[in-house]
């Protein structure tokens, strides 16, 4: 098996050799030029590793009184103390969860009136091999434990253990946005309305549909969509500069995107990508068609962009409004730099360490907070240099 393809986060084979013969002779072997882009100096930054010994970490969250929740996806919900410390005991009371390929307990995200309600949110796999899907719960965290779950929503049930999405973001009207990925054996279903594989869904908090969504009036659609046509999206911020949703996006080996979304867009997977597939042939011949909705960004071969965020704190003045995208095959957190909504340079952060780079988060305090990936995950704090 090729070293960059990632079996247990973000791709794998399942394509028979006459299949990928037959793609190859179609549309022919594409890879375009590209080149790493420079390093940031190690010397303008200093790593403080805050955790060690994570067992595939997947989130991180931000409690108001200083405590951190990382979710690690073999089913564990972890807490760290305002003292830096891992809590050795997993918060209790979550549900079953399947916990397969790059599948198990994914996202977690504080509720924005958390002092009040005293609430988080949490994505997972359920079900099994057979029939599973993507699950959105709440739930009061308390002593310890989760009380009062509440299931929000579950996606349209799929085979296999791949390609879930699975990111949550507040929206300043108290609704939330979930991405839900293709199920990678069912590309085709990003472009059917009528369920969520392959969408990003908007819910209010409680988990009913809000009545404004796009197409919650249209007879044969789910009415949970904001948009549709997406691979799987495992990054997803508000944008400050400009209150607008900005994604990232796995291609297969190719074709990786960040994309801002328009309500009722749709972002062309599988019919519109500049993607490479696991034969190396294009997916499809088109890189854009009308009616679709164009990324700002687009990277092949990919680096597997595992989340985002935009620095928009205080401790690194000069990074201020640039997007942070971990990378898992590149094994690097992106920096990318913007004016006036363009993309205006890229950087890589980390690199020097040479891990996959599963989540980041942005502190309170303006710390930009990253964690690794893999069995022996850890929790790096980024500081400026002392």
């Not at 099994?128 to 009061?140: C, F, I, K």
């Not at 590309?187 to 309305?193: F, I």
């Not at 495992?234 to 209150?243: E, K, R, S, V």
Request: glycine content about 12%; aromatic content about 6%; hydrophobic content about 40%.
């Amino acid at each position: 098996m090729n070293p960059n393809i990632d079996v247990n986060s973000e791709a794998r084979l399942s394509r028979g050799p006459l299949a990928l013969v037959c793609a190859a002779l179609i549309f022919g072997p594409i890879w375009p030029a590209w080149a790493e882009p420079p390093r940031v100096d190690p010397s303008l930054y200093r790593v403080v590793t805050e955790i060690e010994g994570l067992e595939r970490p997947w989130s991180l969250a931000f409690l108001p009184d200083g405590r951190r929740l990382i979710t690690e996806a073999v089913g564990r919900l972890r807490v760290v103390g305002s003292d830096g410390t891992l809590d050795p005991t997993p918060v209790g009371g979550l549900p079953p969860i399947y916990a397969a390929g790059q599948g198990g307990l994914m996202d977690v995200a504080v509720d924005p009136d958390f002092p009040e309600t005293g609430r988080i949110f949490l994505t997972f796999l359920h079900g099994d091999a057979e029939a599973n899907n993507v699950r959105l719960v709440s739930a009061r965290l308390r002593d310890g434990t989760l009380q009062d779950m509440r299931v929000l929503f579950t996606a349209t049930p799929k085979a296999g253990a791949f390609n879930h999405g699975s990111r949550i973001a507040f929206l300043p009207d108290d609704t939330l946005v979930l991405s839900l990925g293709d199920g990678f054996d069912r590309r085709e279903d990003a472009q059917n309305p009528s369920n969520t594989l392959g969408k990003i869904v908007r819910l209010n908090r409680d988990g009913s549909i809000p009545p404004d969504n796009p197409l919650v009036h249209r007879p044969g659609t789910a009415p949970e969509v904001l948009t549709l046509g997406h691979r799987n999206v495992q990054g997803i911020a508000l944008d400050p500069t400009d209150g607008s949703l900005l994604i990232t996006e796995h291609g297969p080996r190719g074709g990786d995107e960040v994309n801002r979304l328009v309500p009722g867009g749709n972002y062309g997977w599988p019919l519109a990508s500049d993607g490479v597939d696991y034969s190396f042939a294009r997916v499809t011949p088109f890189a854009s068609l009308p009616g679709f909705e164009a990324p700002l960004l687009e990277w092949t071969p990919s680096i597997a962009p595992a989340g985002l965020a935009v620095y928009e704190g205080r401790l690194f003045p000069h990074w201020r409004g640039a997007l942070l995208v971990p990378a898992l095959v590149e094994k690097a957190v992106r920096l990318v730099h913007r004016q006036d909504g363009g993309i205006t340079g890229q950087e890589l952060l980390l690199a020097e360490f040479g891990e996959r780079m599963r989540d980041v988060r942005v502190a309170p305090d303006g710390s930009i907070q990253v964690l690794t990936d893999g069995t022996d995950g850890r929790l790096l704090r980024l500081l400026p240099p002392s």
